[in-house]
């Protein structure tokens, strides 16, 4: 298990609203369901841990602040994690469809 360390994580966000609006929703809707998937109910709890697990794990490979990130994910929970994790470190997202040819992916 991962852990984030919340002082760099908040150092290094060069938009606070993002993340103000994160752990806002969080703070007033911690146990309510965020997302519904084939697999059960995501409480905003649970997307917000995963988000800074993720966000902590870009952040050791030496993601930075303004970097790219390539995202090849269908459309579900882990795509918005991983697009929330991104925002919370301030890397721009570059969204890849994974139903096109590996030779059109610029990654």
Do not use: W
């Not at 002082?7 to 703070?27: E, H, T």
């Not at 994690?81 to 992916?105: F, K, Q, S």
């Amino acid at each position: 298990m991962a852990h984030v360390n919340e002082k760099s994580a908040k150092a290094i966000n060069p938009d606070p609203g993002v993340s103000s609006c994160v752990k806002n929703i969080v703070s007033d809707r911690a146990d309510q369901t965020a997302i519904l998937t084939k697999d059960g109910p995501v409480s905003y709890r649970k997307l917000n841990a995963n988000a800074r697990k993720v966000a902590s794990g870009l952040l050791a490979k030496g993601i930075q602040t303004g970097d790219h990130v390539g995202l090849l994910a269908h459309r579900g929970v882990e795509a918005i994690t991983a697009m929330l994790a991104c925002a919370r470190i301030g890397a721009v997202i570059a969204p890849l469809d994974p139903t096109h040819a590996r030779e059109r992916l610029p990654f």
